[in-house]
C-alpha cells in the first residue's frame, strides 16, 4: 500500500539522501517537502531541498519554507559537521524549480484539513518546529495523521549535540516534547540506531559505481559529511541518519525497536534536549512511541543502493 507522506528536512547531506530514497520508492508518495531551520538556516535548507528535488529528476515536487527558528530558542546550526552551504561535498548549481509561495506551516495544515482520517505520514529529518507549530494552531490536524515517523534522540548512544542530547531535538526542545505528547503514533529513528547505520568505504564505494550523477553526488556528500564523524568516533564511517525514516516506511522489516516512554528534558541546562527513555520499562509512564534499537545495515545499504540506482 502507497504511503502518503510529507517529508519535513533540514538538508544537511543525510537529509538529501532520505529525500532521494523517497523519490526513488513507489511504496511513498511525496506530497510536498517542507523545510525547517536546523543544519543551516532555512534560507539554505529550503534551497538545498529543491536542489535535490532537481537531482532526482523531480522538479515538480512542492518544496514550502517552514520556520526559520526554534519556537523559544535561538537557532543553534551545524556547519561544523555539514559545511557553509549544508550540502558541502560536491559543487552544486542553484535549484531553477520554484519555491511555493504559501509557508510550509499553513500548507501543512490545509492540507491535513483536507485529508481523510489517517491519510498522510509526517518524516521528520529536523528539528520538530514546524511540525509543533502545526499542532498548536490546529488540533483538528491529528486525525490526518496516521504516524509521525521521526529522526531523533538517543539512549544508549547518548548525545551528538552534547553528551545527553541529539541535534535534532537539541534544537527545538519545546517543540518535540509537543510532538512527543501529541498522543499521535510515533516512531523514533535515534541515534541507537542510526550510528549502525555507517558510511564505511564498501558502501560508498558502491554509491560510485552507479556512475550516475545521483550515485556520484551521494557518495561526494557522504565523503564530505563523514569526515567529522570518523574523526569524533573514530569509526570507519558516519551515520547516516535521516534515510532510516524513510528506509523504515519501505522495509519496517530492517528495524527492531520497544513500544516505550519517551519525555523531553526542556528545562536543565545540563540535559537539555535529552530523550529521557524508558527503555526499560521503570518509570511506570505510559509508552508513547515506538522507538528504534537496531537495524539490518547491510539491508538498509542494499536499498538505498537499490533504489538510487533508478534515478
Ligand atoms: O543528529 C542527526 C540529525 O541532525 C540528522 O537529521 C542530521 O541531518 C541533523 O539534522
Ligand atoms: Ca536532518
Not at 32 to 51: D, E, F, S
Not at 112 to 125: G, H, Q, R, W
Amino acid at each position: 500500500m502507497t504511503r502518503n507522506i510529507i517529508i519535513d528536512t533540514d538538508p544537511g547531506q543525510d537529509d538529501a539522501v532520505a529525500i532521494l530514497l523517497a523519490l526513488s520508492s513507489p511504496e511513498v508518495n511525496v506530497l510536498g517537502i517542507t523545510a525547517v531551520a536546523g543544519n543551516v538556516p532555512l534560507a539554505l535548507t529550503q534551497k538545498n531541498a529543491r536542489i535535490v528535488c532537481e537531482l532526482a529528476g523531480k522538479p515538480e515536487t512542492l518544496v514550502f519554507a517552514g520556520c526559520d527558528a526554534p519556537l523559544a530558542r535561538p537557532l543553534v546550526t551545524a556547519e561544523h559537521v555539514h559545511g557553509k552551504t549544508g550540502l558541502d561535498g560536491p559543487q552544486l548549481a542553484p535549484p531553477t524549480m520554484p519555491l511555493q509561495d504559501q509557508h510550509a506551516v499553513d500548507w501543512m495544515i490545509d492540507t491535513l484539513k483536507a485529508a481523510p482520517d489517517n491519510l498522510i505520514t509526517l518524516c521528520t529529518l529536523g528539528p520538530l518546529t514546524n511540525i509543533a507549530t502545526a499542532l498548536t494552531r490546529a488540533p483538528e490536524i491529528k486525525s490526518a495523521i496516521a504516524e509521525i515517523v521521526l529522526m531523533g534522540g538517543g539512549y544508549f548512544e547518548g548525545g551528538n549535540i552534547t553528551p545527553v542530547a541529539e541535534f535534532n531535538i537539541y534544537v527545538d526542545p519545546e517543540a518535540a516534547d509537543i510532538v512527543f505528547k501529541s498522543g499521535l503514533k510515533l516512531t523514533v529513528m535515534p541515534l541507537d540506531v542510526t550510528h549502525k547505520a555507517l558510511t564505511t568505504k564498501p558502501r560508498v564505494d558502491a554509491f560510485r559505481a552507479m556512475g550516475t550523477e545521483v550515485g556520484r553526488m551521494t557518495a561526494e556528500w557522504t565523503d564530505f559529511f563523514e569526515r567529522f564523524d570518523k574523526e569524533k568516533y573514530g569509526s570507519e564511517g558516519a551515520p547516516l541518519h535521516d534515510p532510516t525514516v524513510i528506509a523504515y516506511l519501505i522495509r519496517p522489516e530492517l528495524f527492531s525497536g520497544r513500544h516505550i516512554n519517551v519525555e523531553i528534558e526542556t528545562t536543565s541546562d545540563l540535559t537539555l534536549g535529552m530523550t529521557v527513555a524508558d527503555w526499560w520499562g521503570v518509570s511506570g509512564r505510559e509508552p508513547n512511541c515506538m522507538f528504534m534499537g537496531d537495524i539490518d545495515a547491510d539491508g538498509f545499504f542494499d536499498l538505498l543502493a537499490e533504489r538510487l540506482a533508478t534515478l
